[in-house]
């Protein structure tokens, strides 16, 4: 059985139209279940729309709801249900406080941690997701796997080891408070043949491994490695870095949150994006566009602010959750064979460039001459001379070209960028092709913009 291609072969196989009646379904009983359960939060939110639960009677009309909740109103109903019921979980907390068994919490790196609730049931369902992301990864019981997310902080902690447990993995629960030596010790003796982490720490374990184990991280025997917290798996120089220094261990990126949403990449060689695998539980490919905050066509290639709706989380459920990624979806059949959409993170709502008034965003501009690879090593710059957003076309860029082409071959290539970059994203460039390896490098997150204005 372990050789099944997915944790949960019902769930994750289900084609499009049966996802739709099932979200359809749990979505109605959602709406009357915040509406009655949190008179303080959605129940004002939906009068104020003018919309009843009961009023709303197909998905299209759900996704013309308003957005109802973001990281600004959380922090608000904290504080409001601090001063009414004496906890900060929240007025969007629907279930009765003592049936939330789990909290956990942001890191709270600008101010006061916001929280995460969970009932029984919702840590079932997170449960599940997890195992759903790992198993695409390659986890199966009986692995050893070691946990190097902060265990204090937000839900890639104590709940992806919890997770892991469930699934019959065996997390070895060393986390990044312990510090890195801890780390590699409990590597040492336990001898895991997966990591979870941030990007960030899995380089950590490349760069100090030799100094502190006394050899390369690639004799640890690792072979499967999934992140998640920050770009990098997605990012070819990162990848290559993470993978090579492993010993040729495969890479995968995932991400998740507290409301039923599952997410991991796959083993195609070049980076397709994140394939949703609960789409049952957690609506995340819903976009709207930043700024009007009006749904868009959800059609592949489209762009925009993601919105997360949980259907079935009970504590402090996400409706209508717009939390500031821009995301890029993908509705065709991925090579891995896998079904169901996928998408791209493509950076904050706050880094949007607008080209004569056609919206793009930088990391949609690299996935674009990403694709010329190996022609292009991947490493751009937008060259901006005045502070963005806005950008008198054309847009200028600089692009390293790969090794191995002759003058005619690089003269073809730029107009092949340029014409690329009109037809996907509509905006005009004028490119500069430049040696491979002339851009600096940066290992944790690709700097994609060079200003002269400053
Ligand atoms: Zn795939």
Known sequence: MSNRPYWNMEAETRPLAEIREIQWQKLQAQMHYIYARSPHFYRPK???????????????????????????????????????????????????????THIYCTSGTTGEPSFYTYTEPDLKINDECWARTYWRAGIRPGDTVLHGFGLSMWSAGVPIVRALAAMGARPIAAGAEGGIERMLMFARLTRPTAIVGTPALVQYIIEKCPAILGHSAAELGIKTIVVAGAPGAGLPDVRKHITEGFGGAKLFDSSQGAWGLGNVSCDCDEYQGLHVVSPEHCIWTDLVDPVTKAPLPLEHGAVGEGVITAMDHQAGPAFRYAFGDVIELATDACRCGAPGWRFRILGRVDDVLNVKGIKVYPAAIKNVVSAFSPRTTGELRIVLDQPPPLVNPPLKMKVEHGAGLTDGDIVALRGEIAEKLKGRLRISAVLEMVAPGSLERSTLKGKLIEKTYE
């Open 46 to 100: 939906f009068d104020a729309a003018g919309a009843h639960p009961k009023d709303i009677g197909s998905f299209e009309d759900f996704r013309k709801l308003p957005i109802m909740r973001s990281k600004e109103q959380d922090r608000e109903a904290q504080e409001d249900s601090t001063r009414r019921y004496g906890h900060p979980y929240g007025t969007y907390l629907c279930a009765p406080l003592e049936d939330v």
